[in-house]
Structures are given as C-alpha cells and as structure tokens.
C-alpha cells in the first residue's frame, strides 16, 4: 500500500494506482495529461460506476475528435486520438472486470480493441494484428496479439516477446513496445489464456503450466520473416513476471529473460499455517465490507474461472516455477522497484536459475522507479533494460 502523501488524485489507492498507470501512458502518447486529469477531477469520489462513466464519456469524445479529423484528412490528429480512445476505454471497464459477461465491461472492451485498430491503420509503424493456432485441452482457438516492426524493410531483427499481465491486453503492451522499436527491435504484445480476448471472448482462463501456449506462440514467432529466431527476449511484466520464467526455462530458443517483478512462486504471497487456514475466510467477509476488496478478489477469480477465494488460493499454490528454475540459461535480468507490491520475488529467482549472466537490480525511489513495474518512471525503466538487452544481445543486433 503506498503512503497516503504519495498519492496523485486520489486517496484510494487502487484508483490512484490505476490513474497513474494512463499518465505514464504519455510518454508513449496514449494519454494527454490535461484530458486525464480533467476526467479525474470529473469522478471525485470514485466508484466503479462513476469511474467507467467518465472514462468512457472521455474515450467517446476522443474516439469521435478522432474520426472528425480523419474525415478532414488530418491523419496525424486522428492517429493520435484513436490511440488514447483506446487507453480511455481500457481504463473505463477496469473496475467491472469481476463479471466478464458484463455488457459494459464488452462493450468497452471491443471499443478499446477497434480505435487501437484504427491507429494501427494510421501509423508509421509497421503494426499486424496475429492470431496464433492455439491447441489446447478443448480444441483449438487462437491467441490475439499484434507484431511490431520499426519499418517494413523485411530485416529479420531481435524480437521480444511481452505477454500480458493479470488485467492488459496486447493493444495496451504499446508501452513497451515504443522504447523496443526505437532501438530496433521487434515486439510481439501476446494474450494468453487468462488474458484480453482469451478471457472475455472464448472464455479460456489462466494455467499455470505457461510454457503450453508459449511454446506454440514461441514456434510462429521464431518462423516469422521478419523475426531473427536466434535474438528472441522474453519480456514478463507484471504476472508476466510469472508467465515469463516458466515459459523460458521449458525452452531454450529464449536468448534473453527480462522479469519486472519477478514471480516465481505465486502461492508465497498466502501466508501458511493458523494465518493461512483463516485467510480464505478472512479475505472473503472482507469483500462483503469493501467494494474495493471484492473487486480485487473477484477480478482474479474471473481470469482464472474460480468460484470462491478459497478455491482461488488453491489455484494460486500451483502457480510455481522454482522446480524448473535452474533450466534457465540464458542471460538474465530482473528489475524489483521501491514499494512495488507483487516483488520480492526477485532474489529467490536469481538464485535459482544457471544462467552464468544474470543480474537484480533493485532501483531506489530516488532513482525515480518507484511501485509496480517502475510506476511513472518508464523512460529510467527503459534505460536499465534496454541498455542491458542492447549488451546481451550484441550492439549489432539492434541498429539505431
């Protein structure tokens, strides 16, 4: 929990962390501040339904400034606009995620999906929607993602791979994906089972055996003709951080592993003995007491189809990787900022692992990192990781 003075609109911190999370979208132009904090002075007090209210009455009238300008030929100003509607209306339905039939929560949900679609079409950026064979216990479907590549020069170049976290989707992964293109790499932002499309549309929830659909999403990606299957990095932010190792260490075309927080063993964060037989039923007469709580708890039963939260923190225990850790060998490096609430995780993992090339590294608030995945300090991010990958990857690998 962060301290009430570190707040930046609001005193909940759930809200004030997922206001943050749109401004540092500025950086990469999926927010313009003055229209976020207009929007956030609007909620005041915040609910759940006054949050989406306003953000979705804000990614309307963006969405609609947007098509205007493109009507009139202003490509420029209709690129822009699309790509903050669809940050907008990923923000709107963040807080109805506990009920994935929730018309709202689709609604925005497709909205987000096609004006970031519509600023695909107007960007320079060499940007294809995928979807990925996935065969799995059920059937077969396909996993959505979209690849990134800074021209079209047909090059095969080094390529990260970023899974989503609990909540994102590849369309809002566009935050990683800046800082990797304008240093010559490819990005493919991937949903999962659990995760975006998966989730809401064919209802496919987590598993914790990650490496079944990384390995399929690894075999088109490392076929790709503009993918260099040698130079292929693992991104894993946020349950990534998860996501991620397991996935390397089950295989070894993985040349680099970046981790922001590490989470090798997600069952840790539910304490044992007497505390543990009385969290379940703890945690769950909260969610009767507090809608923010009941949202949390509710919102990670949905994405991985568990009725209770004793049912829930059965499922968590099986999220481990430690067993299989030391199979990683390839070059290594984890980032675990200043009061981020999921860390800690970091220094198990390094020491499991046997990649003689791997590295902690626990930047200060000072630094300007600070919370979950660096919080508002995404370029002093960039620089860690992006210098190191730049290093491990060979400087040629990565033209400027």
Same mark, same amino acid.
């Given at each position: ?39 956030? $002075? ?29 009507? =009139? ?61 996935? $065969? ?70 987590? $598993? ?37 190792? $397991? =996935? ?9 592993? /970046? ?50 939260? =004793? ?35 970091? =220094? ?12 902690? /590294? ?22 860690? /990781? ?15």
């Amino acid at each position: 929990m962060r301290a009430l003075a570190s707040h930046t609109l609001f005193s909940n911190d759930d809200f004030d962390g997922n206001f943050d999370r749109t401004l540092y979208g500025a950086y990469y132009g999926t927010a313009d501040l003055g229209e976020a904090f207009a929007t956030g $002075r609007a909620i005041g007090k915040p609910t759940a339904g006054s949050w989406h209210q306003h953000w979705r009455e804000r990614a309307d009238q963006v969405r609609a400034d947007a098509e205007a300008s493109r009507a =009139a030929g202003h490509r420029i100003s209709a690129r822009d606009a699309y790509l903050r509607a669809s940050e907008y209306y990923r923000q709107s339905y963040f807080f109805l995620r506990h009920d994935i039939t929730d018309t709202r929560l689709l609604a925005a949900f497709e909205a987000h999906r096609e004006t970031f679609a519509s600023f695909a079409e107007l960007t320079d950026v060499h940007a294809q929607k995928v979807a990925i064979p996935y $065969r799995h216990d059920l059937g077969e479907t396909s996993i959505h993602g979209w690849l990134f590549a800074a021209d079209d020069s047909q090059t095969p170049r080094p390529t990260l791979i970023s899974p989503c976290g609990y909540d994102s989707t590849a369309e809002s992964g566009w935050f990683t994906v800046v800082g990797a293109l304008e240093r010559g790499y490819n990005v493919l932002s991937v949903e999962g089972p659990g995760q975006g499309a998966s989730l809401y549309y064919d209802k496919i929830p987590f $598993r914790p055996d990650a490496e079944v659909p990384y390995g399929q999403i690894m075999d088109w990606v490392s076929a790709h003709d503009l993918v260099d299957p040698t130079r292929i990095a693992m991104m894993g932010r946020s349950f990534a951080g998860y996501l991620g190792p $397991r =996935a390397v260490a089950a295989d070894n075309r993985y040349a680099a592993l /970046v981790c922001d927080p590490a989470q090798p063993d997600m069952g840790t964060k539910i304490p044992g003995g007497i505390a543990g037989k009385i969290a379940a039923p703890a945690m769950t007469a909260a969610t009767h007491l507090s809608a923010d709580k009941a949202e949390f708890f509710g919102a990670r039963m949905a994405a991985h189809h568990c009725s209770t939260i =004793a049912e829930y923190f059965d499922e968590l225990k099986t999220y481990t990787m430690l067993g299989i850790a030391s199979q990683i060998t390839c070059p290594t490096l984890l980032v675990e900022s200043e009061g981020d609430p999921v860390g800690g995780g970091g =220094a198990t993992l390094i020491g499991a692992i046997s990649s003689t090339t791997k590295e902690l /590294v626990n930047p200060p608030a000072s630094s300007g990192l600070s919370g979950h995945c660096g919080g508002l300090g995404q370029k002093v991010w960039e620089r860690i /990781v992006f210098d190191w990958l730049d290093t491990v990857l060979t400087p040629a690998a990565t033209p400027h």
